[in-house]
């Protein structure tokens, strides 16, 4: 059976605004799941359930906005495919008079039978364990049980062998609050106004190479830890639990593993700060990439889809293509009243700036302030030698227009997309044009 990758674009519907981004295959009935998958066309939301990877990857991206209690919700995925496992889905639900968008992203492992299932089902059982309360609480006891079911639903299909690691975040827009819950290590970090520079890990990784929790409570239950042996005879690769294998300890479905293998999820509430990007991606990504190089891409990268991108690309540079890869972004900002590029992280840079000194042996000092941009604007007390930049025209001129005539959005958005820094010191003539000293200041139109 011939199959392919379908992405479809972002689509608002009737209803609820739902993101989905998954397999796709020719019509006909899903063997694993029965008629109920059948389709009479190929598009998306069909089954390739169990069906081998026969194409190289490709990499797609997709992005929306959302505009959300005086906010904006922007959204940016990214996947390549190697094994057609991972799935992922994003929906905007109302809970209890709460807008709540929900992000759900699966790795799947032994067949997509497990991941496509939580991919259509998953978000159905949160809604209905929620019952009409979005509280934390709620919310919380609202993921549990619908790891539980879905496990439960997953073993239950008839020669169904398939499981995946799941991670679920729930957004609540009225509240500001995420509560996000994950059993493997499909993880996801937390990007906030306060330390831009410092993500934190709102999921747990449940690999048994990452965990000695995990191990422990394996052991006691009657598990074996080792590795697989290769093809010359000698063990290799990660730590696994053997019945079964698996290299984590939690996960959906696996029905052939003993039922030491949990699928109670690590459970966890954050108050979102005002600015935030949230970042979930499969395993196939974090296997590359270290999260000091994450970090750093974030920080030079203006919208959600070109984060995701970049992450996806360097991650298959350093590592090669060895896995399916998933990446989420979710980013919350002011609204832009001018363009729509709006920076990934211009709202964070409105309050944390870097002034680099650079002297002509090429020497750095790097450190961080601030409002010093709001301070000088404020204080019209730029430096004499500083001018704006319109367009790709940078004047030799070192005169200023009167700073009453720039808004501070104008002020900081005066730089074309690619030619940073908004000011910049005259040219020093004894190093050879190399600027003796300047002023980073991102571009950016979100600003409160």
């Not at 598990?223 to 697989?228: E, T, V």
Request: hydrophobic letters at 35%; charged letters at 20%.
């Amino acid at each position: 059976m011939k199959r392919w990758a379908l992405y479809p674009p972002f689509h608002a519907l009737a209803g609820p605004l739902m993101i989905a981004t998954h397999m796709a295959r020719q019509s006909g009935e899903c063997a694993a799941l029965g008629s109920s998958y059948a389709n009479a066309k190929v598009e998306a939301g069909n089954c390739d359930a169990n069906i081998p990877s026969t194409r190289g990857s490709t990499l797609t991206a997709s992005s929306t906005s959302l505009p959300t209690m005086g906010m904006q919700i922007e959204l940016g995925t990214a996947v390549r495919v190697k094994k057609g496992e991972d799935m992922h889905s994003v929906r905007r639900e109302v809970i209890g008079g709460e807008r709540v968008l929900l992000v759900m992203v699966a790795d799947g492992h032994g067949g997509n039978v497990a991941s496509m299932y939580c991919r259509d089902r998953l978000f159905d059982l949160f809604i209905e364990t929620a019952g009409g309360d979005a509280s934390s609480s709620s919310l919380q006891e609202a993921g549990r049980d619908a790891f539980r079911r879905a496990h439960a639903e997953v073993r239950a299909i008839r020669g169904c062998t398939a499981g995946c690691t799941l991670t679920l975040c729930a957004v609540n827009e009225h509240r500001g609050e995420l509560t996000c819950c994950n059993a493997g290590d499909t993880l996801a970090y937390i990007f906030s106004s306060e330390q831009p520079d410092a993500p934190e890990l709102v999921s747990e990784d449940h690999r048994l190479d990452h965990c000695e929790s995990e191990c422990a409570r394996l052991k006691a239950l009657g598990g074996r830890l080792g590795k697989a042996v290769g093809q010359d005879g000698l063990p290799g690769g990660p730590k696994r639990v053997f019945p079964g294998g698996l290299a984590v300890a939690r996960g959906i479905g696996d029905a052939d593993c003993a039922d030491f293998v949990s699928c109670e999820p690590a459970v966890t509430t954050r108050t979102l700060p005002k600015h935030f990007v949230i970042l979930v991606a499969t395993d196939g990504l974090w296997d590359g990439p270290t999260l000091e190089q994450v970090t750093k891409i974030a920080l030079k990268t203006r919208q959600p889809e070109a984060f995701a991108k970049k992450l996806l690309k360097l991650s298959v540079k350093l590592r090669g293509l060895f896995d399916d890869m998933t990446c989420v972004v979710i980013q919350r900002t002011p609204p832009s009243s001018g363009s729509s590029t709006v920076g990934i992280w211009g709202p964070v840079f409105d309050s944390w700036q870097t002034f680099r000194s650079e002297s002509s042996s090429n020497n750095s000092v790097r450190t961080t302030y601030r409002e010093e941009v709001h301070d000088r604007f404020r204080s019209a007390s730029l430096p004499a030698s500083a001018s704006p930049v319109h367009g790709h025209q940078r004047p030799r001129s070192t005169s200023l227009p009167p700073i009453g005539s720039y808004s501070l959005a104008e002020f900081l958005n005066i730089c074309p997309e690619d030619t940073p820094p908004c000011l910049d010191s005259a040219t020093d003539q004894q190093s050879k044009g190399k600027r003796s000293t300047k002023l980073l200041i991102r571009p950016f139109t979100a600003l409160t």
